[in-house]
C-alpha cells in the first residue's frame, strides 16, 4: 500500500526557511510525477512545485526562485526547500504522487507551515 509522509512543517518568520520531506513507502520509481501541493485557510488547494521521473521540475510563479523541489531515490524521499518565505506561504503542504498507467494520484496527510510577519 503507498503511503506519504510529510515533515517538517512549523512556524517561522518572514524571510526564514524550511525545508519539507515526503517519505514513500514504496520506491519514487512507482511514480511518473510527484509534487507539492498547499491549501491555505478558505482557498482551494494550489500546485506549488512539481519533479518528474526523470527529475525535470516546474514551479508556479508565486514560488520561483525561492522554492526548489528534489528528490533522493535511494531514500524514497522527496524535498521541498523554501527560502524567503513570507506570510502568504501560509498554508497547510501536502504531497502527491501520480502514477499514469494507473492513473491515480496518492496524497499525504498535510503539514502544517506557518509565517509570521
Known amino acids: 500500500q503507498v503511503q506519504l509522509v510529510e515533515s517538517g512543517g512549523g512556524l517561522v518568520q518572514a524571510g526564514g526557511s524550511l525545508r519539507l520531506s515526503c517519505a514513500a513507502s514504496?520506491?519514487?520509481?512507482?511514480?511518473?510525477?510527484m509534487g507539492w501541493y498547499r491549501q491555505a485557510p478558505g482557498k482551494q488547494r494550489e500546485l506549488v512545485a512539481t519533479i518528474s521521473y526523470g527529475g525535470l521540475t516546474d514551479y508556479a510563479d508565486s514560488v520561483k526562485g525561492r522554492f526548489t523541489i528534489s528528490r533522493d531515490n535511494a531514500k524514497k524521499t522527496v524535498y521541498l526547500q523554501m527560502n524567503s518565505l513570507k506570510p502568504e506561504d501560509t498554508a497547510v503542504y501536502f504531497c502527491?504522487?501520480?502514477?499514469?498507467?494507473?492513473?491515480?494520484?496518492?496524497w499525504g496527510q498535510g503539514t502544517q507551515v506557518t509565517v509570521s510577519s
Open positions: 502527491e504522487a501520480h502514477n499514469n498507467v494507473s492513473s491515480r494520484d496518492y
Open positions: 514504496v520506491s519514487l520509481f512507482s511514480f511518473d510525477d
